[in-house]
């Protein structure tokens, strides 16, 4: 009955199950400007996808381009423009239209990019985990440091007696960020939304949070949206990669596709950016200048026209449609120069 | 190296140190300037010997930085990599004596040109800094006055250090934008209206205006998407060519440090643990933190691999680890590593190592020119 509501092309081919969660047509405007004057920041605009149990899916993109906000709207912290989030086939906009209901926070969940900022200065650890247990009434009182003790477990927090006890301050980045996950994890979700999860962390320990990630996905079969501005990350935990630009999705694919055969010219540019120590430092002037576009007055057409290094009269008139490159890995790109032009999809998002 | 033998540490940044050499040195090194055949034939511009700080607290002094020695040669860039807490903002502060209490420094040697850095009076570090060794610092956003126009800022920095009028210093910010690709009407802009990229470049054309032979660059592109970040490396690199300055290059991201840095120094807790040439470091490191470092980074080509990262957590400065004060973390720890601290020795040719006889993984045989 889920599977009924994905389309059938933005279905991964193999591997994860059923499709949990999909948004559709996603779209924030944040009003700004005066009265007489308004105006939006497009943060996000038009943008679908889907995550299936036990898959992750990596959002990348530069600051700015509007990743946090699709978490932030999944995660119904601020509602959307417009668009549609559907959960098991609920349409969750339409069925709980103010305020997310206790079952769908039960579901998805957050794990946010500061762990610093976001436990509690004032609460053990035990506290954090505690709540979450509570208010959805997951365990009895009897069994609830248990349980507790349980999660710490889990995110590799051991003795977790001792870690129940402290508070965040006691703790390194690591660990308060492996409390963060126990503490999504303590509603047992379906969809965890990761915000940068290791961007804050020292180095040597982000390996450990990504590899807990991967196990967690593997034994609980929960879907991740992991969201990075780092593309080597994106492909290691990433099962899906999809590229971000001023708001728009532009480029989708398998992880390892996406990364062989980048098909976007701003995919291509990012992977020609990432520093790779095989390859040594290419000596090739970069080509491509010009600034990333006002997110207040957006140029019509596509937004990386004024970047791109292969762009074309069309591409400063109109913003392309999705085109589907391969079915196998559904790997799909938003740009002129593969064909097809103006969908149905760019006039929507011309009107918005 | 002539001047190894006072080797007495000085006690605080104020103790002034045997001036005699200094003269001499000074000759020497400006006959070596131009031989560019780096890393270790040429005499160094920069030498380190020994270098402790340490910041003061109620418990007692922390030790950031403890016994650090390295050198950088003219034109070449150093790499110091390690994780956040190591020491590495600690050492480049240090070198341009811009720490403050409670940070001290302790101990140690620093020459440049074989001036003795540590000994400089207030009025000397003046021309010290910007003028022998500049720097540019992770947050652009924070090293640029937001209320001065960016030309304001080079401007100012020229007339302090040169002595030339208001409107030759402005022909002159004009160049140093052109320089580093900004156009030279936004001189009269402020910070906030320019792109992140933007401004990084306007940090890095200020440490260029007095064309000085050293430059500290301390994450000069961590706040910056990875599109603007090679841009940005792609010009110090180009502008390196061009005047020949030398770098310390301080971040974190072990895959922009092999691409962009001659030589790698890897710190952990106050020390560097292992030395040696970027791409020696990258396929042959010989210390288990260099190779956690490295498999800390996941590749972007290649088959996808499990990485491991490194287990526990970097240590607490304040007490730090007894021995080898990686050892707590480490899997190949030895009951010797545990008590004695293992020193930085040269195990292969070029090569530094932090390393006790017998450790696994290095065969003393192999090791030609250990000493």
């Known amino acids: ?352 | 190296m002539e001047k190894g033998q006072s080797y007495q540490p000085v006690m605080s940044q104020e103790i002034a140190q045997p001036q005699t050499q200094v003269k001499g040195q000074n000759q020497i090194m400006s006959q070596s300037q131009n031989n560019t055949a780096f890393p270790v034939q040429t005499k160094p511009l920069l030498e380190v010997k020994d270098l402790r700080v340490e910041y003061l607290s109620p418990k007692g002094p922390v030790r950031a930085v403890d016994g650090v020695s390295f050198s950088i040669a003219p034109g070449e860039v150093l790499g110091l990599a390690g994780e956040s807490g190591s020491g590495k903002s600690t050492i480049a502060h240090a070198l341009l004596r811009v720490l403050r209490p409670p940070a001290l420094i302790t101990g140690g040697e620093v020459y440049f040109k074989g001036k003795d850095v540590l000994s400089l009076a207030e009025h000397e570090l003046e021309e010290f800094r910007w003028q022998d060794i500049s720097m540019v610092f992770q947050s652009a956003m924070n090293s640029l006055n937001p209320v001065m126009r960016i030309g304001d800022q080079i401007i100012d920095v020229l007339v302090k250090h040169k002595k030339i009028s208001k409107r030759e210093a402005r022909l002159r910010a004009g160049e140093l934008l052109d320089i580093v690709n900004i156009d030279k009407n936004r001189l009269d802009a402020y910070p906030h209206e320019l792109s992140g990229g933007m401004r990084q470049r306007a940090v890095i054309a200020i440490a260029l205006a007095l064309n000085p032979p050293m430059m500290i660059m301390d994450e000069p592109t961590t706040a910056l998407d990875v599109v603007v970040q090679k841009e940005i490396m792609q010009q110090i690199e180009e502008l390196k060519e061009k005047m020949g300055f030398s770098i310390l290059f301080i971040t974190h991201d072990m895959s922009l440090m092999v691409e962009f840095s001659n030589r790698i120094a890897i710190m952990y807790a106050g020390e560097i643990v292992e030395m040696a040439a970027a791409r020696e470091i990258f396929e042959n490191p010989l210390h288990p933190y260099t190779r956690g470092l490295i498999s800390s980074f996941p590749p972007l080509v290649g088959p996808k691999r499990k990485m491991a990262g490194i287990p526990g957590a970097p240590p607490n400065m304040a007490e730090p680890p007894t021995g080898c004060r990686f050892h707590p973390r480490c899997t190949q720890c030895r009951p010797v590593d545990k008590v004695t601290r293992p020193q930085l020795q040269e195990v292969l040719p070029g090569h530094w190592l932090a390393y006790h006889e017998g450790m696994p993984g290095i065969n003393r045989g192999q090791a030609g020119q250990a000493k």
């Open chain 1, 1 to 352: 009955m889920t599977q009924s509501v994905a389309p059938a092309e933005q279905r991964s081919g193999k591997g994860p199950g059923e499709v949990v969660l999909e948004v559709r047509n996603l779209t924030k405007h944040f009003p700004v400007g005066t009265l007489f004057r308004p105006k939006a920041v497009k943060a996000l605009n038009d943008v679908s996808f889907t995550i299936s149990r036990g898959q992750v899916v990596a959002l990348v993109g530069e600051s700015g381009s509007g990743k946090s906000t699709t978490a932030r709207l999944i995660s119904r912290l601020m509602p959307p423009t417009s668009g549609e989030i559907i959960l098991r086939g609920k349409n969750v906009l339409k069925t709980e239209p103010h305020r997310p209901s206790l079952s769908y926070r039960k579901e998805v969940q957050m794990i946010f990019q500061d762990p610093f900022g976001s436990l509690n200065p004032v609460h053990t650890i035990s506290h954090h985990l505690e709540r979450p247990l509570e208010i959805h009434k997951m365990v009895t009182d009897k069994n609830l440091l248990g349980r507790v003790h349980e999660l710490l477990e889990t995110v590799g927090l051991t003795p977790p007696d001792e870690a129940a006890r402290k508070y965040p301050y006691q703790m390194s980045g690591g660990q308060r960020q492996r409390v963060a996950i126990a503490r999504a994890l303590a509603v047992e979700p379906e969809i965890i939304l990761a915000d940068e999860p290791i961007s804050m962390l020292d180095v040597s320990i982000r390996m450990g949070v990504l590899n807990l990630m991967e196990q967690l996905k593997e034994e609980r079969g929960i879907g991740f949206l992991y969201i990075t501005h780092d593309l080597a990350s994106a492909r290691y935990i990433g099962d899906r990669t999809m590229v971000m630009y001023t708001g728009y999705l532009v480029e989708a694919a398998e992880s390892r596709e996406l990364m062989e055969q980048p098909a976007h010219p701003y995919t291509q540019m990012l992977m020609a950016a990432v520093p790779n120590p095989e390859g040594g430092l290419i000596k090739k002037k970069a080509e491509a200048r010009g600034e990333i576009p006002s997110l207040t007055d957006m140029p019509p057409g596509c937004p990386f026209a004024a970047r791109c290094p292969k762009v074309m009269d069309i591409c400063k008139r109109s913003m392309p449609g999705r085109t589907q490159l391969s079915q196998t890995s559904d790997h799909w790109v938003r740009c002129h120069l593969y064909g097809q032009g103006e969908e149905k999809q760019a006039t929507t998002t011309a009107q918005l």
